[in-house]
């Protein structure tokens, strides 16, 4: 098998071949679960019938949690197809990996897509509040005629491409633990994030009418 003898003559090489595997496949199954444009029209699917859920007694934050719990769905879906078919090829080609490489392919894969994924959702959701569009007679006019839907997919596509080419050019140490702390990074900027976009979204919505 290859990657086992790579792994027994060069420890560096293959530490660089984890490394890639976990983030490159990670970014792909983010990629796919953001690229559904289910963020970014979160807002103006609901069309003219958005101006009666305002008048419910329903909080809008629980509202935008909803929203942002459908969206990451379709996110982690994604990401368990991409990881199934990585988890099949290792299968397939048993290479000698210790447990603690297993289980921080494992975690690294996970967080990074999904993490990432939520921060996309984020600025996606924020488009779709700052520039709904509520006024449409075909539900599907709101995403073949909806620019935001255009905005969203090319946000997605340049942020993981961008990611995947820093992520060769860089002169940073190719292994599991660098994405662990970019991971980190990741969560960090996500949280806060989260927290103010709520606040924002609420005001915004609440004098949409």
């Known amino acids: 098998m290859i990657i086992p003898t790579i792994r027994m003559e060069n420890p560096t090489l293959l530490s660089s071949v984890l490394f890639y595997i976990t983030m490159i496949g990670g970014l792909v199954a983010c990629l796919m679960g953001t690229m559904t444009s289910i963020s970014a029209t979160s807002i103006s ?9 305002l008048a419910l007694p329903f909080p809008l934050k ?37 447990i603690t490489e297993y289980l921080l392919v494992f975690l690294n894969f ?11 959702h984020i600025i996606d959701m924020l488009i779709d509040v700052c520039h709904p569009k509520l006024t449409w007679e075909n539900p599907v006019a709101v995403f073949k005629q909806n620019l935001m839907t255009v905005v969203s997919i090319f946000l997605s596509m340049g942020l993981i491409g961008l990611l995947i080419f820093l992520a060769f050019i860089l002169d940073l140490p190719k292994n599991l633990y660098v994405i662990s ?8 900027i996500a949280v806060p994030s989260w927290i103010l976009f709520q606040k924002f979204a609420v005001k915004r919505l609440s004098n949409l009418y």
């Open 181 to 188: 702390v970019i991971n980190l990074i990741f969560t960090i």
């Open 62 to 98: 629980k509202l935008i949690t909803a929203k942002m719990l459908h969206a990451m769905l379709y996110s982690f879906f994604s990401s368990l197809l991409i990881f199934a078919l990585l988890a099949g090829v290792s299968i397939w080609l048993k290479p000698s990996f210790t």
């Open 45 to 53: 699917r609901e069309g003219k019938g958005f101006q009666n859920i």
């Open 110 to 120: 996970w967080w990074i897509s999904l993490i990432l994924a939520f921060i996309i």
